[in-house]
C-alpha cells in the first residue's frame, strides 16, 4: 500500500512488529494503554481523521472492531479483514457490530462467510467479498547474526538429531500450542501413525510457543500425558516457538494442519510455498476447501476430525517420496496462483475505492434527512436508549439499511423496505427513505394511516357490536389488560379462552374486582398458542354476533433469554391497542366504526421483520385462503398476533375447519409453524376482503 498511498498505522497491541511497522509506515500511532476503550480510542480518531481525510482504513481482524464505529461515524470508507470464525468469537454479537459499522466486509474463506452467516442472517443480503490473503514474508527480526545461527542449530537438532536415520521423514506442524490448534489430534495421528508401521521412519515436530505442561494445567499438562501414554516421547517433540521458521519449513517433509478450525493459517501457505505436502481435515478450515476444489482431496484431505483417515494419508506420504515430491510441487505452483499479495493489495484498493463512492452517497443521505426532520427518535430508537445527537442517530440509521443490520422504521406508517421493493430507489447505494424525500414523498404501499392519541375522534351515530377476545394462558397478566380498559368509554363483550378450570376460576374473580361482565370463558386445550382459541373454539360465535373483534393474549415469551425484552413487546402491544397514557381502544373502534373501509389495526412496530422461516408453510396456508400472491420480502402486519378486526375482514380465517389436532403440539419452535404463517397472513386476508389496514402509534413508546 505504501507504493501509492501515505501509510498510517493505528497500532492497538504491542509486539515485535513495532519496529517493522515503523520503518514501513508513514505515521504510527500507538501501541494505545487502552486500545478497547472506545472513548479512547475514538479520541484519537476523532481528533486525527478530520486532519488527514484518509482514503479508506483496513480494519485488520475482527478484533479490532473497536475503531468501525468512529470511523463509520466521520464517514470513512472501511474494510474489515474477518479470518476469525464466528463460533470461537466473542461476544456473540461482534460480528453483528462489525457488519453493520464496516463498509465492506472481507473473508478470508468461503468456509468463513458461512460461519459468520450463521450468526448474522444480513449477510445473507450483502454478498461479502471471500479474498484469500497473499502470502506473507515476516520481517527478520533484530538479532544478531550468532544468535541466528545458533537458533538454526538448536531447531535442527529437535527436528533432526543426529540419531535419526537420514531418510527421516519430519512431520510438521505449527502455532500456538491451543485447543484450536488440534495439538491434541496432531498427538493422536502421530500414534496412529506408529501403529500402522509405515516402512521410512517417521517423526512428528510442534513448533510454536505455549507448552508449558508445568503451568498450563487447562491444556499442556492434558497433552504431555496423552504424549506419554500414547508412548510417543521418541516420536515427537515440542519445539517451542523459533526466529527460524525458514529453517523449520526447509527441514520438514510434511504439514499436519490438525487444527478444529482455522480460517486460512498463514503457516498452510508457507507450506506450500516451501512444497510440502499438506494434510488437513475436512471442513475446518479454508484451506481444506482449496485442495479439495484443485483436486488434492484423496491425498490431503481427512474427513472431519478423522484421526484413522488422516493418518492413512501421512502414512502414504511418509512411505513414497515420490508421491511427496509430486504433490509438494502441485501445492507450490498452486500456491503461487492463490496467494499472491500484489494481486491480494490491489484487489483491496479496489474494493476500497468502491466504498468510497458508496460512504459519499451516505453522507449526503444523512444530510438530506436530517434536514427533512422526519425521523422520530422516539420511536426509531429502542427503549431506554441513551440521549444521543440526533446527526449519530441518522448515521445509525443510515448505516442499518446499508449494512442490512438492526433494520428499523424512521417514523410511523412508513415503511423502507417496502419502498424498497415496490418503487425502488434511484443509486444502488441510496437509503431508502432519502430516496423518498428526495422523490417527492410519493404515495404508494410502503405509506399507512396510523392513528394517534391526537387523531381526530369521528362523529357517527352508527354502534357496532364489538368483542375484545383475551387468550388468558398467563393469568397473573390478565389485571394489567383489565386495568387498561378502565376510563374508557366502551361498550364491549369479552370473550376469554383459558387454559384450566383454576385459571378460569381465578379471571372471573379479576373480572368481578374490575367490574366487567364477562359474556363468555371457555377452557381451551393448550395447542395453536393464541390463534387457535380464536378461530377453533370462538371463531362461529365472532361471525354470529359481533361486527369488531379484538384480539389479545397474555405475552411472555419464556423462551427468549432476556426477560426484559418480552415486558417490553407486551407493554408495548397493549399501550397501543388498549392503552394506559391515552384511550387507544376508545380510539380505535371510533376510527374503525367511522371508516368502513377500515378492516384491520395492528400497532406499528419499529423493528422490521419478513417471512423469516414461515414462507412455505405460508404459501401453503395462502392458498386455502384463496389468496394469489405473496410479498417478496417486505410487508404490513402484526408482529406478536395482537390486533383490532372486522369480522368480515377475516372471513375467510374464522371460517377454517380447524380442529385442535391441526395446530402443532407444544413446545413449539420459536419460529416456523402455521401459527406463524397466519400472523404473516392477516392483512392479506383483510385486503383479499376488500378492507384496509391502519396502524397505531402512541409517541414515547416503542421495543
Same mark, same amino acid.
Given at each position: 500500500?505504501?507504493?501509492?498511498?501515505?501509510?498510517?498505522?493505528?497500532?492497538?497491541?504491542?509486539?515485535?512488529?513495532?519496529?517493522?511497522?515503523?520503518?514501513?509506515?508513514?505515521?504510527?500511532?500507538?501501541?494505545?494503554?487502552?486500545?478497547?476503550?472506545?472513548?479512547?480510542?475514538?479520541?484519537?480518531?476523532?481528533?486525527?481523521?478530520?486532519?488527514?481525510?484518509?482514503?479508506?482504513?483496513?480494519?485488520?481482524?475482527?478484533?479490532?472492531?473497536?475503531?468501525?464505529?468512529?470511523?463509520?461515524?466521520?464517514?470513512?470508507?472501511?474494510?474489515?479483514?474477518?479470518?476469525?470464525?464466528?463460533?470461537?468469537?466473542?461476544?456473540?454479537?461482534?460480528?453483528?457490530?462489525?457488519?453493520?459499522?464496516?463498509?465492506?466486509?472481507?473473508?478470508?474463506?468461503?468456509?468463513?462467510?458461512?460461519?459468520?452467516?450463521?450468526?448474522?442472517?444480513?449477510?445473507?443480503?450483502?454478498?461479502?467479498?471471500?479474498?484469500?490473503?497473499?502470502?506473507?514474508?515476516?520481517?527478520?527480526?533484530?538479532?544478531?547474526?550468532?544468535?541466528?545461527?545458533?537458533?538454526?542449530?538448536?531447531?535442527?537438532?529437535?527436528?533432526?538429531?543426529?540419531?535419526?536415520?537420514?531418510?527421516?521423514?519430519?512431520?510438521?506442524?505449527?502455532?500456538?500450542?491451543?485447543?484450536?490448534?488440534?495439538?491434541?489430534?496432531?498427538?493422536?495421528?502421530?500414534?496412529?501413525?506408529?501403529?500402522?508401521?509405515?516402512?521410512?521412519?517417521?517423526?512428528?515436530?510442534?513448533?510454536?510457543?505455549?507448552?508449558?505442561?508445568?503451568?498450563?494445567?487447562?491444556?499442556?499438562?492434558?497433552?504431555?500425558?496423552?504424549? $506419554?501414554?500414547?508412548?510417543? =516421547?521418541?516420536?515427537?517433540?515440542?519445539?517451542? &516457538?523459533?526466529? %527460524? /521458521? #525458514?529453517?523449520?519449513? *526447509?527441514?520438514?517433509?510434511?504439514?499436519?494442519?490438525?487444527?478444529?478450525?482455522?480460517?486460512?493459517?498463514?503457516?498452510?501457505?508457507?507450506?506450500?510455498?516451501?512444497?510440502?505436502?499438506?494434510?488437513?481435515?475436512?471442513?475446518?478450515?479454508?484451506?481444506?476447501?482449496?485442495?479439495?476444489?484443485?483436486?488434492?482431496?484423496?491425498?490431503?484431505?481427512?474427513?472431519?476430525?478423522?484421526?484413522?483417515?488422516?493418518?492413512?494419508?501421512?502414512?502414504?506420504?511418509?512411505?513414497?517420496?515420490?508421491?511427496?515430491?509430486?504433490?509438494?510441487?502441485?501445492?507450490?505452483?498452486?500456491?503461487?496462483?492463490?496467494?499472491?499479495?500484489?494481486?491480494?493489495?490491489?484487489?483491496?484498493?479496489?474494493?476500497?475505492?468502491?466504498?468510497?463512492?458508496?460512504? $459519499?452517497?451516505?453522507?449526503? =443521505?444523512?444530510?438530506?434527512?436530517?434536514?427533512? &426532520?422526519?425521523? %422520530? /427518535? #422516539?420511536?426509531?430508537? *429502542?427503549?431506554?436508549?441513551?440521549?444521543?445527537?440526533?446527526?449519530?442517530?441518522?448515521?445509525?440509521?443510515?448505516?442499518?439499511?446499508?449494512?442490512?443490520?438492526?433494520?428499523?422504521?424512521?417514523?410511523?406508517?412508513?415503511?423502507?423496505?417496502?419502498?424498497?421493493?415496490?418503487?425502488?430507489?434511484?443509486?444502488?447505494?441510496?437509503?431508502?427513505?432519502?430516496?423518498?424525500?428526495?422523490?417527492?414523498?410519493?404515495?404508494?404501499?410502503?405509506?399507512?394511516?396510523?392513528?394517534?392519541?391526537?387523531?381526530?375522534?369521528?362523529?357517527?351515530?352508527?354502534?357496532?357490536?364489538?368483542?375484545?377476545?383475551?387468550?388468558?394462558?398467563?393469568?397473573?397478566?390478565?389485571?394489567?389488560?383489565?386495568?387498561?380498559?378502565?376510563?374508557?368509554?366502551?361498550?364491549?363483550?369479552?370473550?376469554?379462552?383459558?387454559?384450566?378450570?383454576?385459571?378460569?376460576?381465578?379471571? %372471573?374473580?379479576?373480572?368481578?374486582?374490575?367490574?366487567?361482565?364477562?359474556?363468555?370463558?371457555?377452557?381451551?386445550?393448550?395447542?395453536?398458542?393464541?390463534?387457535?382459541?380464536?378461530?377453533?373454539?370462538?371463531?362461529?360465535?365472532?361471525?354470529?354476533?359481533?361486527?369488531?373483534?379484538?384480539?389479545?393474549?397474555?405475552?411472555?415469551?419464556?423462551?427468549?433469554?432476556?426477560?426484559?425484552?418480552?415486558?417490553?413487546?407486551?407493554?408495548?402491544?397493549?399501550?397501543?391497542?388498549?392503552?394506559?397514557?391515552?384511550?387507544?381502544?376508545?380510539?380505535?373502534?371510533?376510527?374503525?366504526?367511522?371508516?368502513?373501509?377500515?378492516?384491520?389495526?395492528?400497532?406499528?412496530?419499529?423493528?422490521?421483520?419478513?417471512?423469516?422461516?414461515?414462507?412455505?408453510?405460508?404459501?401453503?396456508?395462502?392458498?386455502?385462503?384463496?389468496?394469489?400472491?405473496?410479498?417478496?420480502?417486505?410487508?404490513?402486519?402484526?408482529?406478536?398476533?395482537?390486533?383490532?378486526?372486522?369480522?368480515?375482514?377475516?372471513?375467510?380465517?374464522?371460517?377454517?375447519?380447524?380442529?385442535?389436532?391441526?395446530?402443532?403440539?407444544?413446545?413449539?419452535?420459536?419460529?416456523?409453524?402455521?401459527?406463524?404463517?397466519?400472523?404473516?397472513?392477516?392483512?392479506?386476508?383483510?385486503?383479499?376482503?376488500?378492507?384496509?389496514?391502519?396502524?397505531?402509534?402512541?409517541?414515547?413508546?416503542?421495543?
Amino acid at each position: 500500500m505504501s507504493q501509492k498511498y501515505n501509510v498510517i498505522a493505528l497500532v492497538l497491541g504491542s509486539g515485535e512488529l513495532i519496529a517493522d511497522y515503523r520503518k514501513q509506515c508513514d505515521i504510527v500511532i500507538g501501541p494505545l494503554e487502552e486500545p478497547y476503550n472506545p472513548v479512547i480510542t475514538g479520541g484519537v480518531l476523532a481528533k486525527l481523521i478530520p486532519e488527514i481525510k484518509p482514503t479508506f482504513a483496513i480494519v485488520n481482524s475482527i478484533e479490532s472492531r473497536v475503531v468501525l464505529p468512529i470511523l463509520a461515524r466521520l464517514f470513512v470508507p472501511t474494510l474489515c479483514l474477518i479470518h476469525e470464525f464466528a463460533s470461537y468469537t466473542r461476544p456473540l454479537n461482534a460480528v453483528s457490530d462489525v457488519v453493520f459499522w464496516t463498509s465492506e466486509v472481507v473473508f478470508s474463506a468461503a468456509i468463513v462467510r458461512a460461519n459468520a452467516q450463521e450468526v448474522c442472517q444480513a449477510l445473507g443480503e450483502r454478498h461479502p467479498v471471500i479474498l484469500r490473503q497473499g502470502r506473507t514474508i515476516p520481517p527478520r527480526p533484530d538479532r544478531s547474526p550468532l544468535e541466528y545461527d545458533w537458533e538454526a542449530r538448536r531447531i535442527s537438532r529437535l527436528m533432526r538429531p543426529s540419531s535419526l536415520p537420514e531418510n527421516t521423514v519430519v512431520v510438521l506442524g505449527m502455532g500456538f500450542v491451543h485447543i484450536r490448534k488440534g495439538v491434541d489430534f496432531f498427538i493422536a495421528c502421530a500414534a496412529r501413525v506408529a501403529a500402522l508401521h509405515p516402512h521410512c521412519p517417521f517423526r512428528f515436530v510442534w513448533v510454536g510457543h505455549g507448552f508449558d505442561p508445568e503451568k498450563d494445567v487447562a491444556y499442556s499438562v492434558y497433552l504431555r500425558d496423552q504424549l $506419554s501414554r500414547a508412548g510417543l =516421547d521418541r516420536l515427537m517433540v515440542f519445539a517451542g &516457538e523459533t526466529m %527460524r /521458521v #525458514d529453517v523449520v519449513y *526447509e527441514l520438514a517433509d510434511i504439514f499436519l494442519l490438525s487444527s478444529r478450525l482455522d480460517p486460512l493459517p498463514n503457516v498452510a501457505i508457507d507450506a506450500a510455498h516451501y512444497q510440502l505436502p499438506i494434510v488437513c481435515f475436512d471442513r475446518t478450515t479454508g484451506i481444506a476447501d482449496l485442495l479439495t476444489e484443485n483436486g488434492f482431496a484423496a491425498t490431503c484431505v481427512a474427513p472431519y476430525l478423522d484421526i484413522e483417515e488422516a493418518a492413512r494419508r501421512l502414512v502414504d506420504l511418509i512411505d513414497s517420496p515420490a508421491l511427496r515430491l509430486e504433490v509438494g510441487r502441485g501445492l507450490k505452483v498452486l500456491g503461487a496462483e492463490l496467494f499472491d499479495m500484489e494481486t491480494y493489495v490491489e484487489r483491496l484498493d479496489q474494493i476500497a475505492c468502491d466504498c468510497a463512492a458508496r460512504q $459519499s452517497m451516505e453522507q449526503k =443521505d444523512c444530510i438530506l434527512i436530517e434536514s427533512a &426532520e422526519v425521523l %422520530r /427518535v #422516539d420511536f426509531f430508537l *429502542e427503549p431506554k436508549s441513551c440521549a444521543t445527537p440526533m446527526a449519530e442517530v441518522i448515521r445509525t440509521f443510515v448505516r442499518s439499511w446499508a449494512s442490512g443490520c438492526k433494520r428499523r422504521k424512521p417514523f410511523p406508517g412508513f415503511h423502507p423496505g417496502i419502498y424498497l421493493d415496490q418503487h425502488g430507489i434511484a443509486g444502488e447505494a441510496r437509503n431508502p427513505l432519502a430516496d423518498f424525500i428526495a422523490a417527492g414523498r410519493p404515495t404508494g404501499p410502503w405509506l399507512c394511516p396510523v392513528i394517534e392519541p391526537s387523531s381526530p375522534v369521528a362523529v357517527t351515530t352508527q354502534r357496532l357490536r364489538v368483542a375484545l377476545h383475551i387468550h388468558a394462558y398467563y393469568t397473573d397478566l390478565v389485571p394489567d389488560i383489565l386495568r387498561r380498559l378502565e376510563g374508557q368509554d366502551l361498550d364491549l363483550d369479552l370473550l376469554i379462552s383459558a387454559s384450566s378450570q383454576t385459571a378460569a376460576d381465578d379471571i %372471573r374473580s379479576l373480572l368481578s374486582q374490575f367490574g366487567r361482565n364477562v359474556v363468555d370463558i371457555r377452557i381451551t386445550p393448550n395447542r395453536g398458542r393464541d390463534i387457535g382459541p380464536l378461530v377453533t373454539e370462538f371463531g362461529s360465535l365472532i361471525l354470529s354476533r359481533y361486527d369488531l373483534i379484538g384480539h389479545l393474549h397474555t405475552k411472555k415469551t419464556p423462551d427468549l433469554k432476556d426477560p426484559e425484552f418480552s415486558r417490553l413487546w407486551s407493554e408495548f402491544l397493549l399501550e397501543n391497542l388498549l392503552g394506559g397514557q391515552y384511550p387507544m381502544a376508545a380510539k380505535i373502534i371510533s376510527a374503525m366504526t367511522a371508516d368502513e373501509s377500515l378492516g384491520l389495526v395492528f400497532p406499528d412496530d419499529p423493528n422490521l421483520c419478513g417471512w423469516t422461516d414461515n414462507r412455505t408453510i405460508a404459501a401453503e396456508l395462502a392458498k386455502r385462503l384463496d389468496i394469489d400472491e405473496l410479498p417478496e420480502r417486505y410487508f404490513w402486519f402484526p408482529i406478536g398476533t395482537m390486533f383490532w378486526a372486522r369480522t368480515q375482514a377475516l372471513l375467510p380465517l374464522l371460517t377454517q375447519p380447524w380442529g385442535w389436532d391441526d395446530y402443532p403440539e407444544e413446545p413449539l419452535p420459536y419460529d416456523g409453524t402455521i401459527l406463524h404463517a397466519t400472523e404473516r397472513l392477516l392483512p392479506l386476508v383483510a385486503n383479499k376482503m376488500g378492507y384496509r389496514i391502519a396502524l397505531t402509534n402512541v409517541p414515547g413508546v416503542s421495543r
